[in-house]
């Protein structure tokens, strides 16, 4: 059954709270293009962006949940993903992913260790945050670059029959020697091609894993 964990309700808040989008820097839309909209947004003081798209997802809700979470073929569409796999389950809605990036040439790949869950947002949509963490099974390959800090979420609101508002939001810290800014530049498409992989991906076959979303979905609404 999907419930709302703690990190979910803080999300909700900060998407959903006036006060606090008004004490926040504002978001700048940078790119509009094939129904996809891509936004930044900078912090004084900090030296990470960032970065959040969003697009209509044309797939049933089980459908857009299922293919997030299916981890084992996150790189048939996530963009330069050379190795994803699951490490470790926890429950029906938790699990912990093992996910490497393929970088350009001279420079390392980026590889980190992933906590990821979907829960209700308490208004009829879907809540999937993600955080980079420890584990005990880190697999630790050699001449990969871990990335310090990542984090993100992906929030499904329906809006109508096989129509799914998605939004994706990410901030990373890539480690290494690559400076913030040339890492900023390249991030501000994570969001654009994650959401136009996402609008690909929903067309193919995830009718098992489709399945049991659908079941739990059905049960969280009993």
Avoid at 143 to 152: N, S
Wanted: aromatic share 8%.
């Amino acid at each position: 059954m999907m419930s709302r964990s703690p990190l979910a309700l803080l999300l909700v808040l900060a998407l959903n709270s006036p006060g606090v989008a008004e004490a926040k820097p504002a978001w700048e839309e940078i790119k509009n293009e094939g129904g996809i909209k891509v936004w930044r947004k900078s912090t004084k003081g900090n030296r990470l962006v960032d970065f959040r798209g969003t697009a209509l997802v044309k797939a049933p809700l089980a459908k857009v949940i299922a293919v997030i979470s299916e981890s084992d073929r996150l790189c048939e569409w996530r963009d330069r993903c050379s190795k994803a796999y699951r490490v470790e389950r926890r429950g029906d809605d938790k699990q912990v992913v093992y996910y490497r990036l393929d970088s350009p040439p001279l420079i390392a790949d980026r590889d980190v260790l992933v906590e990821a869950t979907c829960e209700s947002d308490g208004k009829g949509g879907v809540l999937c945050p993600f955080k980079s963490i420890k584990h005990p099974k880190d697999p630790k390959p050699s001449g990969v670059v871990r990335m310090p800090m990542l984090r993100g979420y992906w929030h499904l609101i329906p809006k109508g029959k096989n129509r799914i508002e998605t939004t994706y939001a990410v901030t990373a810290d890539p480690g290494g020697w690559i400076p913030m800014w040339v890492y900023n530049l390249a991030s501000k498409k994570l969001p654009f091609r994650a959401l136009e992989g996402l609008r690909k991906q929903v067309r193919k076959d995830y009718s098992a894993q489709e399945a049991l979303v659908a079941a739990r979905l059905a049960g969280a609404q009993q």
